[in-house]
Protein backbone atom coordinates (compact mmCIF):
# COMPACT_ATOMS: atom_id res chain seq x y z
CA UNK A 1 0.00 0.00 0.00
CA UNK A 2 1.51 3.10 -0.80
CA UNK A 3 0.96 6.28 1.66
CA UNK A 4 1.49 9.85 0.39
CA UNK A 5 2.02 13.02 2.61
CA UNK A 6 1.93 16.29 1.07
CA UNK A 7 3.64 19.89 2.79
CA UNK A 8 4.63 22.95 1.57
CA UNK A 9 1.30 24.90 0.40
CA UNK A 10 0.31 28.56 2.00
CA UNK A 11 -0.30 31.48 0.58
CA UNK A 12 1.43 33.62 -1.54
CA UNK A 13 1.60 36.87 -3.66
CA UNK A 14 0.87 36.75 -7.39
CA UNK A 15 4.73 35.88 -9.36
CA UNK A 16 5.50 34.16 -6.06
CA UNK A 17 6.76 30.48 -5.74
CA UNK A 18 6.28 28.16 -3.41
CA UNK A 19 7.48 24.50 -3.54
CA UNK A 20 5.37 21.64 -2.44
CA UNK A 21 6.18 18.10 -1.15
CA UNK A 22 5.15 14.64 -0.97
CA UNK A 23 6.82 11.77 0.81
CA UNK A 24 6.04 8.43 -0.27
CA UNK A 25 6.39 4.95 1.53
CA UNK A 26 5.18 1.53 0.80
CA UNK A 27 6.48 1.18 -2.71
CA UNK A 28 9.75 -0.26 -1.92
CA UNK A 29 9.09 -3.28 -3.94
CA UNK A 30 7.75 -2.82 -6.90
CA UNK A 31 9.17 -2.38 -9.66
CA UNK A 32 8.13 1.05 -10.85
CA UNK A 33 5.99 3.96 -10.16
CA UNK A 34 4.53 6.87 -11.65
CA UNK A 35 3.58 10.07 -9.30
CA UNK A 36 1.88 13.34 -10.14
CA UNK A 37 0.30 16.38 -8.77
CA UNK A 38 -2.72 17.66 -9.30
CA UNK A 39 -5.30 20.62 -8.21
CA UNK A 40 -8.71 21.44 -7.46
CA UNK A 41 -10.08 24.67 -6.86
CA UNK A 42 -13.74 25.27 -5.08
CA UNK A 43 -16.45 24.51 -7.48
CA UNK A 44 -13.89 22.97 -10.43
CA UNK A 45 -12.57 19.23 -11.55
CA UNK A 46 -9.54 18.43 -10.64
CA UNK A 47 -6.69 19.30 -13.02
CA UNK A 48 -3.33 17.70 -13.79
CA UNK A 49 -0.56 19.55 -12.83
CA UNK A 50 2.59 17.47 -13.58
CA UNK A 51 3.96 14.53 -13.25
CA UNK A 52 6.75 11.97 -13.43
CA UNK A 53 8.13 8.42 -13.87
CA UNK A 54 9.85 7.99 -10.78
CA UNK A 55 12.55 5.11 -12.28
CA UNK A 56 13.06 6.53 -15.75
CA UNK A 57 12.41 10.14 -14.89
CA UNK A 58 10.19 11.16 -17.39
CA UNK A 59 8.06 14.31 -16.68
CA UNK A 60 4.74 15.75 -18.29
CA UNK A 61 3.36 19.00 -17.55
CA UNK A 62 -0.05 20.81 -18.41
CA UNK A 63 -0.11 23.45 -21.18
CA UNK A 64 -1.38 25.63 -17.91
CA UNK A 65 2.07 25.26 -16.52
CA UNK A 66 4.78 24.35 -18.48
CA UNK A 67 7.49 26.17 -17.86
CA UNK A 68 6.60 27.40 -14.58
CA UNK A 69 6.28 24.79 -12.67
CA UNK A 70 9.12 22.34 -12.03
CA UNK A 71 8.55 18.23 -11.04
CA UNK A 72 11.52 16.46 -9.67
CA UNK A 73 12.53 13.47 -7.30
CA UNK A 74 14.67 13.19 -4.35
CA UNK A 75 14.71 9.21 -4.41
CA UNK A 76 16.86 8.78 -1.18
CA UNK A 77 14.15 10.69 0.38
CA UNK A 78 11.36 8.84 -1.59
CA UNK A 79 10.41 11.98 -2.42
CA UNK A 80 9.03 14.37 -5.15
CA UNK A 81 8.77 17.88 -5.66
CA UNK A 82 6.47 20.79 -7.52
CA UNK A 83 8.33 23.70 -7.58
CA UNK A 84 5.91 26.74 -8.65
CA UNK A 85 7.04 30.08 -9.62
CA UNK A 86 5.40 32.99 -11.40
CA UNK A 87 1.83 31.92 -9.36
CA UNK A 88 -1.36 33.40 -10.52
CA UNK A 89 -4.41 34.22 -9.08
CA UNK A 90 -6.21 31.05 -10.97
CA UNK A 91 -3.58 28.88 -9.32
CA UNK A 92 -5.31 29.00 -5.83
CA UNK A 93 -6.46 25.25 -5.12
CA UNK A 94 -6.01 22.64 -3.23
CA UNK A 95 -3.07 20.57 -4.63
CA UNK A 96 -2.97 16.67 -4.38
CA UNK A 97 0.06 14.43 -4.93
CA UNK A 98 -1.15 10.66 -6.48
CA UNK A 99 0.70 7.41 -7.34
CA UNK A 100 -0.07 4.84 -9.61
CA UNK A 101 1.89 1.57 -10.68
CA UNK A 102 1.67 1.23 -14.49
CA UNK A 103 0.93 3.51 -17.61
CA UNK A 104 3.27 5.87 -18.09
CA UNK A 105 3.10 9.54 -17.17
CA UNK A 106 -0.39 11.13 -17.60
CA UNK A 107 -2.79 13.61 -15.88
CA UNK A 108 -5.79 11.86 -15.85
CA UNK A 109 -7.10 11.24 -12.42
CA UNK A 110 -8.69 8.24 -12.65
CA UNK A 111 -5.68 6.72 -13.80
CA UNK A 112 -4.38 6.94 -10.26
CA UNK A 113 -4.84 4.60 -7.17
CA UNK A 114 -3.47 6.65 -4.32
CA UNK A 115 -3.75 9.90 -3.31
CA UNK A 116 -2.73 12.27 -0.46
CA UNK A 117 -4.59 14.59 1.46
CA UNK A 118 -3.76 17.67 0.05
CA UNK A 119 -2.32 21.31 0.59
CA UNK A 120 -3.88 24.49 0.37
CA UNK A 121 -2.55 26.84 -2.59
CA UNK A 122 -3.27 30.15 -2.49
CA UNK A 123 -2.66 33.19 -4.64
CA UNK A 124 -3.70 36.25 -3.76
CA UNK A 125 -2.82 39.98 -2.88
Known amino acids: EVQLVESGGGSVQPGGSLRLSCAAS?????????MAWFRQAPGKEREGVASIGIRGDSTFYAGSVKGRFTISQDKGKNTVYLQMSSLKPEGTAMYYC?????????????????WGQGTQVTVSS
Open 26 to 34: GYTFYSSIY
Open 98 to 114: AAKRFGGTSLAPNEYNY
